[in-house]
């Protein structure tokens, strides 16, 4: 399969992050997190998001969203997320199907949650026919590839505080986003109030492996029981947590996100002058949506992989890894005015 542009997910190891593996395959070391490699990489977290983070390593996005959400609710709680959320669309219900807790979706015009949306859902407290809203849960990037500001999720954590609420962020991408706004992942999280953070590797060079950072310490009591229960607790987990050490290490994270955040900046000039499309959002870090004529859409599937978004709306989604080059977004961008041209 050559590189093409459905996901993120699509691209291969980090060469460092490979060499790490292969580092720490050696000997025995104690399992289930019990050994010096996860030690020594919960400290490199707590370097980033300050000594009150809990670590805690998963297999994957879902798994770390859904037992962030279960460590803040019960089932007759409820979560506020964006109609377009990960937890919402892509997770197959699993936190609903896992705690048992409801989602309480908000259209947007963005995928971005704002107090006044966030409000709508904000009654029914101490009524025992409601659900309780007890989250607001942002992903950040969203899932149309737009970013909150610090300042924007400042206000977002005042009113859950406000209200006995917790707030979650989804940072599946979160370095994409720490690279467009220029900030530390402190600054855009532990410094502004957030409770708990799903936390990424796997879209920005990672083999496998996600991360629940807990920055509320009453959100940890139990919660390594909550992550068995979950089967979310690697025996091996010495080999997760390998990657995200090298992850950090002279801040390859970071050298990953600005690739694939600037390449997507090439795409979107590259197509955004090309009559007939139309880029959907501002293209603020690693993905571009776009609206195009369905033929052409659909013929371009056939050279490059890429997925439709809203298909009722002819929206595609483009996204750029940490190895995507320029020669791949050039020779794309060649087939798209080709079809475009013949249509």
Same mark, same amino acid.
């Given at each position: 399969?050559?590189? /093409?542009?459905?996901?993120?997910?699509?691209?291969?190891?980090?060469?460092?992050?490979?060499?790490?593996?292969?580092?720490?395959?050696?000997?025995?070391?104690?399992?289930? /997190? #019990? #050994? &010096?490699?996860?030690?020594?990489?919960?400290?490199?977290?707590?370097?980033?998001f300050g000594e009150q983070?809990?670590?805690?390593? =998963?297999?994957?996005?879902? %798994?770390?969203?859904?037992?962030?959400?279960?460590?803040?609710?019960?089932?007759?709680?409820?979560?506020?997320? =964006?109609?377009?959320?990960?937890?919402?669309?892509?997770?197959?219900?699993?936190?609903?199907?896992?705690?048992?807790?409801?989602?309480?979706?908000?259209?947007?015009?963005?995928?971005?949650?704002?107090?006044?949306?966030?409000?709508t859902q904000l009654h029914?407290? %101490? !009524?025992?026919?409601?659900?309780?809203?007890?989250?607001?849960?942002?992903?950040?990037?969203?899932?149309? %590839?737009?970013?909150? $500001?610090?300042?924007?999720? *400042?206000?977002?954590?005042?009113?859950?505080?406000?209200?006995?609420?917790?707030?979650?962020?989804? /940072?599946?991408?979160?370095?994409?986003?720490?690279?467009?706004?220029?900030? $530390?992942?402190?600054?855009? +999280? +532990? #410094?502004?109030?957030?409770?708990?953070?799903?936390? /990424?590797?796997?879209?920005?060079?990672?083999?496998?492996?996600?991360?629940?950072?807990?920055?509320?310490?009453?959100?940890?009591?139990?919660? *390594?029981?909550?992550?068995?229960? @979950?089967?979310?607790?690697?025996?091996?987990?010495?080999?997760? @947590?390998?990657?995200?050490?090298?992850?950090?290490?002279?801040?390859?994270?970071?050298?990953?996100? &600005?690739?694939?955040?600037?390449?997507?900046?090439?795409?979107?000039? *590259?197509?955004?002058?090309?009559? %007939?499309?139309?880029?959907?959002?501002?293209?603020?870090?690693?993905?571009?949506?776009?609206?195009?004529p369905r033929k052409v859409?659909? &013929?371009?599937?056939?050279?490059?992989? !890429?997925?439709?978004?809203? &298909? #009722?709306?002819?929206?595609?989604?483009?996204?750029?890894?940490?190895?995507? $080059?320029?020669?791949?977004?050039?020779?794309?961008?060649?087939?798209?005015?080709?079809?475009? =041209?013949?249509?």
């Open positions: 399969m050559k590189r /093409g542009f459905g996901s993120d997910n699509h691209s291969g190891i980090c060469p460092e992050v490979l060499e790490a593996i292969a580092r720490v395959n050696q000997e025995h070391a104690l399992a289930y /997190g #019990d #050994d &010096e490699y996860c030690a020594a990489t919960e400290k490199r977290f707590k370097q980033y983070a809990n670590v805690y390593f =998963a297999f994957n996005g879902t %798994g770390c969203n859904t037992l962030c959400i279960d460590a803040m609710t019960r089932s007759h709680h409820a979560v506020v997320c =964006a109609e377009t959320a990960h937890i919402n669309v892509d997770e197959c219900g699993a936190p609903s199907r896992i705690v048992g807790c409801r989602l309480l979706t908000v259209p947007t015009p963005d995928g971005k949650l704002t107090p006044e949306l966030v409000k029914g407290f %101490g !009524f025992e026919h409601h659900s309780q809203p007890k989250v607001i849960s942002i992903t950040q990037p969203t899932e149309l %590839g737009t970013l909150y $500001t610090i300042d924007e999720i *400042k206000v977002l954590v005042a009113l859950a505080h406000e209200y006995g609420m917790y707030v979650h962020v989804d /940072g599946a991408r979160l370095g994409n986003a720490a690279v467009a706004l220029n900030c $530390t992942f402190r600054e855009m +999280t +532990t #410094d502004l109030g957030v409770d708990a953070v799903s936390f /990424g590797g796997t879209k920005n060079g990672l083999m496998m492996g996600e991360a629940v950072v807990l920055l509320n310490h009453e959100l940890a009591d139990g919660f *390594k029981y909550r992550r068995k229960q @979950a089967m979310q607790l690697c025996s091996k987990m010495r080999f997760i @947590a390998a990657q995200f050490d090298a992850y950090f290490e002279n801040d390859l994270w970071r050298r990953n996100a &600005e690739h694939s955040n600037r390449m997507a900046q090439l795409l979107y000039n *590259k197509v955004k002058d090309i009559q %007939g499309v139309k880029v959907m959002y501002p293209v603020q870090a690693n993905g571009v949506f776009a609206q195009l859409w659909k &013929e371009l599937q056939n050279h490059y992989f !890429f997925y439709d978004w809203d &298909e #009722d709306a002819d929206v595609v989604r483009w996204m750029c890894a940490f190895d995507t $080059t320029e020669q791949d977004i050039l020779d794309f961008v060649t087939v798209l005015k080709q079809l475009m =041209a013949e249509n």
